[in-house]
Antibody, heavy 120, light 111 residues
Framework: EVQLVESGGGLVKPGGSLRLSCAAS????????MNWVRQAPGKGLEWVSS????????YYADSVKGRFTISRDNAKNSLYLQMNSLRAEDTAVYYC?????????????WGQGTMVTVSS | QSALTQPASVSGSPGQSITISCTGT?????????VSWYQQHPGKAPKLMIY???NRPSGVSNRFSGSKSGNTASLTISGLQAEDEADYYC???????????FGGGTKLTVL
């Protein structure tokens, strides 16, 4: 079964750091670009960051640029998001999502999400 | 990069058809055939329903269809069913430095 499982969310104080992980299974992880998408409580989806299959291309939303770092370990079938200098507005459910091959520029597989709460 | 514009809510009765619009610019929706649509039930992860404007992934009902005209994309759901009640989001590839943008979301209520 194709699956993405996020972990690492939790409560952190403003200015703090957190590292999210996403474990992939059921497909050849190293062949796909991967993304982080977040959703603040009661709000819509916001694309956060993307990394190509070999880590050659990395992109960030303006809202997280300079604070968040996306990375991957293809040997471990894992995607990461290092979040530093966290702010209250970073509070959200963070989803990892696969950029499909057949589906072009669409996110075809999503994890269940991990909640990040930034509060003092 | 501004979010794509969707109506906040739409509603319809069982068996009817509804259409949700998604308006962007020539830098995103109008410039590429990379518009996708996602369904999200409360507390659940989004699910891909339409990709590349009008293509359905395997397993998605043919009651769901997509189209595009100029800078506006549309999702049509025909033969509304109670299970279709959910939030729907459009997304597009963009030519900006942030390659993907989502719409603000539309809440579909099945009356």
């Amino acid at each position: 079964e194709v699956q993405l499982v996020e972990s690492g969310g939790g409560l952190v104080k403003p200015g703090g750091s957190l590292r999210l992980s996403c474990a992939a299974s059921g497909f050849t992880f190293s062949s796909y670009s991967m993304n982080w998408v977040r959703q603040a409580p009661g709000k819509g989806l916001e694309w956060v960051s993307s990394i190509s299959s070999s880590s050659s291309y990395i992109y960030y939303a303006d809202s997280v640029k300079g604070r968040f770092t996306i990375s991957r370990d293809n040997a471990k079938n894992s995607l990461y998001l290092q979040m530093n200098s966290l702010r209250a507005e970073d509070t959200a459910v963070y989803y990892c999502a696969r950029l499909g091959s057949v589906t072009g520029h669409a996110f075809d597989i999503w994890g269940q999400g991990t909640m990040v709460t930034v509060s003092s | 990069q501004s979010a794509l514009t969707q109506p906040a809510s739409v509603s319809g009765s069982p068996g009817q058809s509804i259409t949700i619009s998604c308006t962007g610019t020539s830098s995103d929706v109008g410039g590429y055939n990379y518009v996708s649509w996602y369904q999200q039930h409360p507390g659940k992860a989004p699910k891909l329903m339409i990709y590349e404007v009008s293509n359905r992934p395997s397993g998605v009902s043919n009651r769901f269809s997509g189209s595009k005209s100029g800078n506006t994309a549309s999702l049509t759901i025909s033969g509304l069913q109670a299970e279709d009640e959910a939030d729907y989001y459009c997304s597009s590839y963009t030519s900006s430095s942030t390659p993907w943008v989502f719409g603000g979301g539309t809440k579909l209520t099945v009356l």
